[in-house]
């Protein structure tokens, strides 16, 4: 294992009642969170590497331990995000050296499909800092209904030489959703974007 992990948090929500309506079926959201040492806190190193093999490690652990946690099969996802949040000794361009080059890959193998972008944030933050894992339907971005987020915080991460990393996947869209756009039922799944 290349990650230096201190621990793992599954965070599921799950909105019964949105605007005063019940939510029928109710939204599940499901996040997995890994707090990491960060190898290269406090000092500029030029081949991070070390941290892509990290996000490709992370990607598919925080993905299974988040799709368990829903409660479904990978396939049955629809929505998906990761985001990371970096302590103070660390730079945005770590976070973005572990979400971007190769956490996808495993992430989308855990869920058998997955066409769209995967949304993403980065964050410099302290202990307890809440932070916004976006969400966009996994197979076509111009889902309207599924343009969301999550908010996670870890109540000691990251520490200055700490990374969180997080990924979220969830089974719906949002509650009530009515702002148009492309339907869940038409999308296509071939360019990632209809």
Same mark, same amino acid.
């Given at each position: 294992m290349n990650a230096n992990i201190r621990k793992i948090i599954i965070i599921v929500e799950e909105i019964l009642v949105e605007g005063e309506r019940p939510a029928v079926p109710p939204c599940r959201r499901a996040a997995a969170l890994a707090i990491i040492e960060n190898p290269f806190a406090g000092r500029y190193v030029e081949d991070l590497e #070390?941290? *892509?093999?990290?996000?490709?490690?992370?990607?598919?652990?925080? !993905?299974?331990? !988040? *799709? !368990? !946690?829903?409660?479904? #099969?990978? #396939?049955? *996802?629809?929505?998906y995000g990761k985001a990371a949040c970096v302590g103070a000794e660390g730079e945005l361009e770590h976070a973005a050296a572990i979400l971007h080059p190769k956490l996808g890959a495993p992430f989308r193998k855990v869920l058998g499909k997955g066409a769209a972008l995967i949304p993403s944030s980065k964050k410099r933050a302290g202990p307890g800092a809440p932070f916004d894992i976006p969400l966009g339907h996994k197979d076509a971005a111009f889902v309207r209904s599924h343009f969301d987020g999550m908010e996670v915080r870890v109540n000691d991460a990251p520490r200055a030489n700490e990374i969180v990393v997080a990924v979220a996947v969830t089974d719906s869209g949002r509650p009530h959703p009515r702002v148009g756009g492309l339907a869940k039922h038409e999308i296509k799944g071939e360019d990632g974007l209809r």
């Open positions: #070390p941290l *892509v093999a990290i996000g490709e490690e992370l990607g598919g652990l925080l !993905a299974e331990r !988040a *799709v !368990a !946690a829903l409660g479904i #099969p990978g #396939p049955s *996802v629809e929505s």
